[in-house]
């Protein structure tokens, strides 16, 4: 099994337990799905609640609906203002390539090459995403992208692959 680490904060993000789709040689879509939890016990049915049309009011009391990446991850929801997120993106890809230039040089110039347009279409659809970061917290490392499918129901979570090392379990 992979487990996907943040380069620079070194939280887990994900793993290979989950299906992982490469895009543009520049970044990892993960699926995930919604499942549901009870506190102090995980209960996964298996079941996309969100489309079987069960709502969140339905439920139980100490019964949640949770999506499983950023739940098995314990991944953190922030937010950003389109110019925040420029910002951001500015001094991240600055880190990654310095990170790159040093461990992995031979993959720098296909970074340089992809992350431009990569970047451009994420702020073109800024509003479509939510943004998750690592356990920590930490406001140098990786800013996850969640969106949805064209069914609007069916979430995703975009990773830049550059930022993450694999560490094998």
């Known amino acids: 099994m992979l487990l996907y680490k943040d380069i620079i904060s070194g939280d887990e993000m994900f793993s290979d337990a989950f299906k992982i789709t490469e895009v543009d040689d520049i970044a990892y879509e993960v699926d995930c799905k919604m499942i549901t939890v009870r506190e102090g016990c995980d209960v996964d049915i298996g079941a996309n609640a969100s489309a079987e049309g069960e709502d969140q009011e339905e439920l139980e009391d100490g019964v949640q609906q949770v999506n499983d990446v950023i739940y098995s991850f314990r991944l953190q929801e922030t937010s950003f203002q389109k110019k925040s997120y420029m910002v951001y993106i500015k001094d991240y890809m600055k880190q990654l390539k310095k990170t790159l230039a040093e461990k992995n040089p031979e993959r720098l110039a296909i970074f340089e090459k992809k992350i431009q347009p990569f ?51």
């Open 119 to 169: 970047v451009k279409k994420i702020l073109e659809k800024f509003d479509d995403y939510e943004f998750l970061v690592g356990e920590s917290m930490s406001p140098e490392g990786l800013v996850a992208l969640l969106n949805y499918r064209e069914d609007g129901i069916t979430p995703y979570i975009t990773f830049f692959k550059d930022g993450l090392t694999e560490e094998k379990l």
